[in-house]
């Protein structure tokens, strides 16, 4: 299973840096398709103080899929933190762990709030084995990143039953944008920080997609999911 694992969830392998540094950055680079007017996104509000501590987002140079900010080093919400992600097959309803994975979170409300998930495609699917649905790369590659990385906060207890919002990586300490939502009970080894949760509503959209199949691009039961789950918006 771990070496099926890796190329489902592997995200930031050298293929990042080598179509960053091609000659035809247009292939590697998201357009901006989000909607001209500005959409009031709401403020990021947590059920508790930040927790203290600091957080290192190592500047992947030249990577970045969509161009944004680094996050901020100090996480600016604690506790839970409710969030909506507008897509195509419904409104994905997200519960943050801003207490257990406080620098994993600061990350995806920094780049939510900058658009950075606005347009993009949820580009895998897996239905046999492990159950997930990955998103968070603007180019839909696989590849894509927000230009920087940052560490794993994991415990070794980790679990992923049905309902968890956890991120993709390529192996120790390689965290970007990328995420992946479990819709059914998938047995993975501790090696992918868990920052949230969805509601059940959720896992029932997702289900829903399942049953279309994928185009089982990487494999049987592994690919671009036949029915199209688009980003369009995140909001607080």
């Known amino acids: 299973m771990s070496k099926r694992l890796l190329p489902v969830l592997a995200i930031l392998a050298a293929t990042t840096l080598a179509a960053?540094?091609?000659?035809d950055s247009s292939d590697s680079t998201a357009k901006d398709t989000s909607a001209a007017a500005p959409r009031d996104r709401g403020t990021p509000t947590g059920t508790a103080d930040p927790v203290d501590t600091t957080c290192d987002y190592a500047d992947n140079a030249g990577s970045a899929a969509k161009e944004v900010d680094?996050?901020?080093?100090?996480?600016?919400?604690g506790g839970t933190v409710e969030a909506t992600?507008?897509?195509?097959?419904?409104?994905?309803?997200?519960?943050?762990?801003?207490?257990?994975?406080?620098?994993?979170v600061n990350s995806f409300i920094s780049l939510a709030e900058q658009g950075y998930f606005d347009g993009t495609t949820c580009h895998r699917l897996t239905t046999e084995g492990i159950l997930v649905l990955q998103c968070g790369d603007p180019t839909a590659t696989g590849s894509g990143g927000p230009g920087y990385s940052f560490a794993d906060e994991l415990t070794g207890s980790e679990t992923y039953p049905t309902g968890t919002?956890?991120?993709a990586n390529a192996g120790p300490d390689t965290n970007g944008s990328q995420f992946f939502i479990v819709y059914g009970d998938t047995p993975l080894p501790p090696s992918y920080t868990v920052f949230g949760t969805v509601?059940?509503?959720t896992v029932a959209?997702?289900?829903k997609v399942a049953q279309d199949g994928t185009d089982d691009a990487y494999g049987q039961g592994d690919g671009a999911p036949n029915t199209p789950v688009d980003i369009s918006f995140v909001g607080f």
């Open 20 to 23: 960053c540094n091609g000659d």
């Open 70 to 77: 680094p996050p901020p080093a100090k996480p600016t919400v």
């Open 205 to 207: 959209a997702i289900e």
């Open 199 to 201: 509601d059940d509503a």
């Open 165 to 167: 919002l956890a991120m």
């Open 85 to 104: 992600m507008d897509t195509s097959v419904g409104a994905f309803k997200l519960t943050l762990a801003a207490d257990t994975a406080p620098c994993t």
